[in-house]
Structure formats: C-alpha cells, structure tokens
C-alpha cells in the first residue's frame, strides 16, 4: 500500500504555543488529504478536508482560525494548531488519497499534549 | 444519526479460530464504499480491505474477507486463522459523497484480542 509520513509523531507544548504537524505522502501523488483527531478510546473524528492548491473545507464544529491547514503540495500537507490550550490534547492523524482511488492511507499519528 | 454502527465493543478469539465483526450502516446513496482498518496499540491506521457497493463479489484479501450483505446493509469482517498480532481495534468506515467530495465516515470501532 502507499506509504504516509506523519512528523512529529510526539509533541508536548505549553498552553498558548503554536504546533505544526506535517503529513507527506511518499510515495504517491495526494489530491486529496485528511485530518482527523482522535480522543482516547473513541473513533477517528475527520476535522478537515484538504484538496491541493485550494482551501480545506472543515467540518462542522471545527474552528478553522484554531486549526490551519495548508496543502501546498502533492505530497505535503500541514495541520497547525493555533494557540493551543490542553483541550487541544489528543491523536491527530492524517490520510492521503490520490484522485482516481477509493482508499485513503493513513499516516502513523501525532500525539500532542498541552501542559 | 449514526451511519456506521459496530455493535461488538470487544471480542475475545482464540489463536487459529476465526471470527467475525459486524458493522451495519445506514445510507440513501446508490454509491457508496465501505472500508476495514486496523488500528494497534501504536496508533497507526492500516487498510485491510475494501467493497464497493456494486461489487457483487464479496472482497477478500488473504486471511481477511467481508461478507456483504447489501439487502441488510451489513458488511462484517471476517478474519480467518486469528494470530496474536491480530490484536488491535478494528474500525468499519463508509466512504460518503459530501459536496462534491468523499469523506470516510467511521465506527466507534471493535477492540480483538486474540489469546494464546
């Protein structure tokens, strides 16, 4: 299957600080990519969806001046979170998908904690 | 209201048995496509199979097969000749058409252990 990075894959920061995640396709083109989050326990929550060289559209709840997301590439996406507070803790996980296929692949995770 | 319903929060397998895991979902789409991943302890999120809604065969992919029942809107896991490392959560997710593009949509998901 297609490979995607995801880096950091752990990062604690202080409440107020901004955090950068990155997600890289590796091997293959990515029109599209995703950001989930995901609390301890519970299912995978799809935050934003991100085509290349457009704005991503965000779903319902997700305050997209808190979460920015840039997709400037084929294979590079960014998820920032903004001004981040301990609410903000959790697994953030990231999925490509190249136009003509049905499958997205997931990258391996970043676990954030807010101090 | 929930469109991917996993009804089993835990099953317990023995080692070499096979077992099943259900998902139903819920949809008024002709087109639609639903998805099995696996989720360790690490977190990562692999893809273990996929049908499509106008496939009349049942997808298989080694010791992983889905039984599709569309009439029911069932789509259940089966996993064959269960192995420790089969331990992990198990997540169903339905691919759905949201303006103009698709989303995946998941269960709240089936924890598997597999014992010895």
């Known amino acids: 299957g297609a490979v995607v990075s995801q880096h950091p894959s752990w990062v604690i920061c202080k409440s107020g600080t901004s955090v950068k995640i990155e997600c890289r396709s590796l091997d293959f083109q990515a029109t599209t990519m995703f950001w989930y989050r995901q609390f301890p326990k519970q299912s995978l929550m799809l935050m934003a969806t991100s085509n290349e060289g457009s704005k991503a559209t965000y779903e319902q709840g997700v305050e997209k001046d808190k979460f920015l997301i840039n997709h400037a590439s084929l294979t590079l996406s960014t998820l920032t979170v903004t001004s981040a507070h301990p609410e903000d803790s959790s697994f953030y996980i990231c999925s490509a998908r190249y136009r003509f296929q049905e499958t997205q692949y997931f990258g391996p995770g970043t676990r954030l904690l807010v101090l | 209201a929930q469109k991917i319903t996993q009804t089993q929060p835990g099953m317990f397998v023995q080692e070499k048995e096979a077992v099943t895991l259900d998902c139903t979902y819920d949809t008024s789409d002709q087109s639609y496509g639903l998805f099995w991943y696996k989720q360790p302890s690490s977190g990562e999120m692999i893809f273990l199979i996929y049908q499509g809604s106008y496939d009349e065969q049942n997808a298989t992919e080694g010791r992983y097969s889905l039984n599709f029942q569309k009439a029911r809107k069932s789509a259940n896991l089966v996993i064959s000749a269960s192995q420790l490392g089969d331990s992990a959560m198990y997540f169903c997710?339905?691919?759905?058409?949201?303006?103009?593009?698709?989303?995946?949509?998941f269960g709240k998901g089936t924890m598997l252990l597999v014992s010895p």
């Open positions: 997710a339905m691919r759905e058409e949201n303006s103009g593009y698709s989303t995946l949509t």
